[in-house]
């Protein structure tokens, strides 16, 4: 095992990603910004990859970009969420409580309402056909946690991300 930055250890392989080393880019839709942590394979274009972890800021209500063929989890860690609509069938999700991944269908057309003010997320997508299975929950941070809140830790199959001083998201893909 490598030494971790803090004193702590990092599992071998894995990287340590900054968040202000993140990359900002539009929403698909263009009606936000998204800032990437990690995807397999790497640097791909929205429509080719396996697997991706992004944190996105919500400033506004607007309507999600669509990803069919991915499932998606979304993760509430900063400001009040509001309400996630399906325009496919009227149904209401409140995504308020923080810290409690939610997962649905990347390929549903939903509109996202804001409680009150800007809330930020983490979205893990997964490519349906990719062989993956994903598991997406909040832990409390060992030896082997990013230093930072935003910063990751990351390889081909895990990322640990940094939520805040007691909360770490881990997801971990494995083979089907």
């Not at 057309?109 to 804001?114: N, Q, R, T, V």
């Not at 409680?115 to 997406?136: F, K, P, Y």
């Not at 929950?137 to 199959?157: E, M, N, T, Y």
Request: proline share 5%.
């Amino acid at each position: 095992m490598g030494a971790h930055p803090r004193g702590g250890m990092k599992l071998p392989g894995m990287k340590l990603l900054r968040q202000a080393e993140q990359r900002a880019r539009p929403w698909r839709n263009g009606l936000g910004v998204t800032w990437d942590i990690a995807s397999q394979p790497q640097d791909t274009a929205d429509d080719a990859f396996h697997w991706r972890v992004s944190r996105a800021a919500i400033v506004r209500d607007s309507e999600f970009s669509v990803f069919a063929g991915y499932d998606r989890w979304i993760t509430l860690i900063q400001g009040e969420g509001g309400a996630l609509r399906f325009h496919d069938d009227g149904e209401t999700v409140m995504l308020r409580r923080p810290f409690l991944p939610l997962h649905f269908d990347g390929g549903r057309l939903l509109d996202f309402k804001l409680a009150a003010g800007a809330s930020t997320v983490i979205n893990v997508m997964l490519r349906r056909d990719c062989g993956l299975a994903c598991d997406v929950s909040v832990v409390a941070p060992d030896s082997d946690a990013p230093p930072d809140s935003g910063d990751a830790l990351l390889d081909d199959s895990h990322v640990l991300l940094r939520l805040d001083a007691a909360r770490l998201l881990r997801v971990r893909f494995t083979a089907t």
